[in-house]
């Protein structure tokens, strides 16, 4: 193992490809934990003192759904969470909704605790809305000694009887959706990892594999069903809500609890999906590129090109760097030799001399299996962070960025248990213009973007602060960077951002206005603001809006809705 690992540093050019395979082996089996390694937690019984008033009332109002520790029900919802620092999070009381109902009866209850509470001048009981439970955020679909709504059992999958929509509920995950649709020759714009919920990804944007041909997940949505502050369940559509349907493209948790989607479908049947694997002596010429299929002129778009999206990973236990690319068709080549062109010539052009590639896997599959090819676990037992930044498609700041991933493996290299990967993807202008309007503002960018996403996995809450303190410093170098280059944009990706970045501002100033605005209007008492934790909250408290913006809101919300809440 040290003779591999001192060939990779050395760049060796006499690993082959069963080297690689290798890797890929070892990277499974440390990221991929079973679920029977679990750590034990005590769940004591919880006494009706210690108990809120909020919860006391759920339990009678919803006698079958509202659990409390230790019921198997409330182990599991714990315990499922996809990132230890919310496992390590404890609520007092978890409502598992059978339908849009039950929800609305549970938000009913927690605004009358939460209006008593403004009354008295106490601080708001905390709720936290879960659907997939995939964010490594604490907090984000947890919370402490609160109340938490897991949303998983409204998981339906219903494809209209025309094909051209379906139903999906915001509980499931994206494997329950793809696996409905596959039989039908069906796909919808949905997630590249079929452990993750419905719920989260489409409200914070969400990008697929179709989005270079149909635009983010959110931009495909044709109505909401959602439980608004005072416990009505409404629809956000085109014809009704109108606003509020703009606002929930890309407005997170900010508005009422959706507890289903109608998502755009179309035909689809088996899409190319496959990776080339390389020794991190690589990396430049990966780069090189990367930056220019990202370049690419006017009219050799190709639509159904699902990424690249390029991957440089460290593995701590084993001192070594590897880089893996992943693409995607979503259009069935006829031919072998077809998806090898695509593959290895029209991303690296040249490939014996730009990239040398070191192993492929291709294969043609359906849609349900696609995500699979790059899961993370669902039942890691490791420590999770995101963070991400975006900056132009400039090779100087793509290199300065993998320069500050190096450097961030060399300061991070004693955290036990590490894997540190930073992700390149594109985000092209034909792109963020396709599909509905949504509240991330991008689409009057004209030059090719690249998200920045880093994640990194740790063992022991010893190094929390370390990880803490390297992963901010990384990103403020990278944008200090950018921003003198010119290079530098503001949007940051919702859905993989750390709890201290700031997703809204980068949307621009009228979008972040318009997204306080509907929050006026449709939760006048600020409860999602003040009392739903996790997701990223609209600076209410700060915003100094102006009483004609508010009474313009309104009115355009109510000259322009044709539907009502029921």
Not at 427 to 451: F, N
Not at 515 to 542: E, H, I, T, W
């Amino acid at each position: 193992m040290q003779w591999l690992a001192q060939s990779l540093a050395m760049g060796d050019q006499r690993i082959n490809a069963a080297f690689v395979g290798v890797v890929v082996v070892l990277l499974s089996l440390l990221v991929h934990h079973s679920q029977s390694a679990q750590p034990q937690m005590s769940y004591p019984n919880v006494t009706s003192a210690e108990l809120s008033a909020a919860s006391v009332t759920l339990a009678k109002g919803l006698p079958d759904s509202v659990f409390f520790g230790p019921h198997p029900v409330f182990i599991e919802s714990v315990q499922s969470y996809w990132a230890m620092q919310e496992r390590d999070i404890v609520p007092q009381c978890i409502v598992r909704p059978r339908n849009a109902r039950e929800v609305a009866t549970a938000i009913g209850i927690i605004k009358r605790d939460y209006d008593l509470r403004t009354r008295r001048g106490d601080l708001p009981s905390p709720f936290a809305i879960r659907s997939g439970g995939h964010s490594p955020i604490p907090g984000a679909a947890n919370t402490n000694r609160g109340i938490v709504i897991d949303l998983r059992l409204l998981n339906q999958v219903v494809p209209s009887r025309d094909g051209l929509s379906v139903v999906i509920g915001s509980g499931a995950r994206w494997l329950d959706v793809s696996s409905a649709l596959d039989s039908k020759s069906l796909a919808v714009a949905g997630g590249r990892n079929s452990a993750v919920g419905v719920g989260g990804l489409t409200l914070g944007g969400g990008i697929s594999f179709f989005s270079p041909r149909v635009g983010f997940v959110c931009n495909n949505i044709l109505s909401y069903e959602i439980v608004l502050a005072d416990g009505t369940i409404a629809t956000a559509s085109e014809s009704s809500n109108p606003g509020l349907w703009r606002a929930l493209k890309g407005g997170s948790n900010n508005f009422g609890v959706v507890t289903s989607f109608v998502a755009r479908s179309f035909p689809s049947t088996s899409i190319w999906s496959g990776f080339l694997y390389m020794t991190g002596s690589k990396a430049k010429q990966v780069i090189d590129a990367f930056h220019e299929f990202n370049q690419a002129k006017s009219g050799i778009y190709d639509e159904y090109a699902g990424g690249p999206l390029v991957c440089f990973s460290f593995l701590q236990k084993l001192g070594i760097n590897v880089v893996s690319t992943h693409l995607a068709y979503t259009k069935p080549f006829q031919v072998y030799w077809q998806i090898m062109e695509y593959g290895q010539d029209t991303f690296s052009h040249q490939r014996d001399r730009r990239v040398g590639q070191t192993q492929s896997t291709w294969v043609a599959v359906r849609v349900a299996l696609l995500p699979a090819w790059v899961i993370f676990p669902a039942d890691s037992l490791y420590r999770d962070l995101f963070f991400t930044t975006t900056v132009k498609n400039d090779h100087a700041t793509l290199m300065e960025t993998y320069a500050a991933y190096k450097q961030g493996a060399e300061a991070m290299r004693r955290v036990k248990g590490m894997i540190w990967t930073l992700t390149l993807q594109p985000l092209l202008p034909a792109m963020m213009r396709k599909g509905q309007p949504d509240s991330q503002g991008l689409g009057t960018r004209t030059e090719p973007l690249v998200i920045v996403l880093f994640t990194v996995v740790w063992k022991d809450t010893a190094d929390d602060e370390l990880v803490d303190r390297t992963t901010r410093g990384i990103i403020r170098h990278i944008d200090q960077y950018a921003a003198s280059r010119g290079t530098a944009d503001l949007y940051r990706y919702l859905n993989d951002c750390a709890s201290w970045q700031r997703p809204f501002d980068g949307y621009g100033a009228e979008n972040k206005r318009f997204l306080q605005n509907m929050s006026r209007v449709y939760d006048p008492n600020g409860l999602f603001q003040r009392a739903c934790v996790g997701g990223f909250k609209l600076d209410m408290d700060r915003a100094l809006l102006l009483q004609s913006d508010i009474a313009n809101a309104i009115r355009q919300s109510t000259n322009s809705d044709t539907g009502s809440q029921s």
